[in-house]
Nanobody, 128 residues
Framework: QVQHVESGGGLVQPGGSLTLSCAGD????????IGWFRQAPGKEREGVSC????????YYKRSIKGRFTISRDIAKNAAYLKMNSLRSEDTALYYC?????????????????????WGQGTQVTVSS
């Protein structure tokens, strides 16, 4: 069973930074494309960033481009979303999701429907 756990969320002031982690449990994350999504209260879930299985393609939502960086560490079996210059509109519950290379061998989908495996989420609140 594919499971992963997000961590690293918290309360941060505008302009601050956080790094979210997504730890794989029971599966090798380098066999999966990884996506980060977020959902703010009263809004639909949206794709923030994703990274392909071979790390040769990354997608960033326009509003976070240049501020967020997605990465993975195979040795630690984890993926990360480093978030800089945080804004109040970045406040949301952040999720990581995974889709196996057998389904998505190249690139990474930005739509949530493409990902069968999800974590429980970690809350990010940007407020002064």
């Amino acid at each position: 069973q594919v499971q992963h756990v997000e961590s690293g969320g918290g309360l941060v002031q505008p302009g601050g930074s956080l790094t979210l982690s997504c730890a794989g449990d029971g599966f090798a994350m380098d066999d999966y494309a990884i996506g980060w999504f977020r959902q703010a209260p009263g809004k639909e879930r949206e794709g923030v960033s994703c990274i392909s299985v071979n790390d040769d393609y990354m997608y960033y939502k326009r509003s976070i481009k240049g501020r967020f960086t997605i990465s993975r560490d195979i040795a630690k079996n984890a993926a990360y979303l480093k978030m800089n210059s945080l804004r109040s509109e970045d406040t949301a519950l952040y999720y990581c999701a995974a889709v196996p290379r057998t389904v998505v061998p190249r690139g990474c989908p930005s739509n949530s429907d493409a990902y069968p495996s999800w974590g429980q989420g970690t809350q990010v609140t940007v407020s002064s």
